[in-house]
T-cell receptor, first 110, second 113 residues
Framework: IAGITQAPTSQILAAGRRMTLRCTQD?????MYWYRQDLGLGLRLIHY???????GKGEVPDGYSVSRANTDDFPLTLASAVPSQTSVYFC?????????FGEGSWLTVV | AQSVTQPDIHITVSEGASLELRCNYS??????LFWYVQSPGQGLQLLLK??????LVQGIKGFEAEFKRSQSSFNLRKPSVHWSDAAEYFC???????????FGSGTRLQVQP
């Protein structure tokens, strides 16, 4: 049972570089989300997608973009990384009454 | 917009003692409420959820939570804590028509032997 797969697990990235965090789910859920987790702030929604072909902005979308070309994949792109984007990133998918999370991607921007 | 407050950043309890983690939410209508647990270096695991009906909800690992509309609360309880319960706990609220959740800032639970 795979569920949600995120890659990479961790990454150190130079400021100014472009980075894409990958997320794939095998549960055929329509809705998917990207959250970032920071100490003392809990999880904050970056972007969401209610179905393939549609995306929307969450609470903290600046500096990030997403695409949803198909049901399974929901990549998150940092066009030009900055140190404040150092965080743990979680992808999630929604069955309709339960949200499932991936294991997270630890990103450090230096 | 909805919001969640977890007033306790860090709680320490002795193994075998009872536990209550507080969660208060703000939302204009009936919310969907969740508790998740996160072990160090791991993703989030759903403990329990409330959508409607019985206000006392049973979850996995012996946890339960009670929805109290009058207090806008959804506190998590466990009668006897085990060392393996040490983790971070997140309360979250979902709104009708908006499926993404809003999370609290989390409560870190430490269990003393």
């Amino acid at each position: 049972i795979a569920g949600i797969t995120q890659a990479p697990t961790s990454q150190i990235l130079a400021a100014g570089r472009r980075m894409t965090l990958r997320c794939t789910q095998d549960m055929r859920h329509n809705a998917m989300y990207w959250y970032r987790q920071d100490l003392g702030l809990g999880l904050r929604l970056i972007h969401y997608s209610n179905t393939a072909g549609t995306t929307g902005k969450g609470e903290v979308p600046d500096g990030y973009s997403v695409s949803r070309a198909n049901t399974d994949d929901f990549p998150l792109t940092l066009a030009s990384a900055v140190p404040s984007q150092t965080s743990v990133y979680f992808c999630a998918s929604d069955s309709g009454n339960t949200i499932y999370f991936g294991e997270g991607s630890w990103l450090t921007v230096v | 917009a909805q919001s969640v407050t977890q007033p306790d950043i860090h709680i320490t309890v002795s193994e075998g003692a009872s536990l209550e983690l507080r969660c208060n939410y703000s939302y204009g209508a009936t919310p969907y409420l969740f508790w998740y647990v996160q072990s160090p270096g791991q993703g989030l695991q759903l403990l329990l959820k409330y959508f409607s009906g019985d206000t006392l909800v049973q979850g996995i690992k012996g946890f339960e939570a009670e929805f109290k509309r009058s207090q806008s609360s959804f506190n998590l309880r466990k009668p006897s804590v085990h060392w393996s319960d040490a983790a971070e706990y997140f309360c979250a609220v979902g709104a009708t028509g908006r499926r993404a959740l809003t999370f609290g800032s989390g409560t870190r639970l430490q269990v003393q032997p």
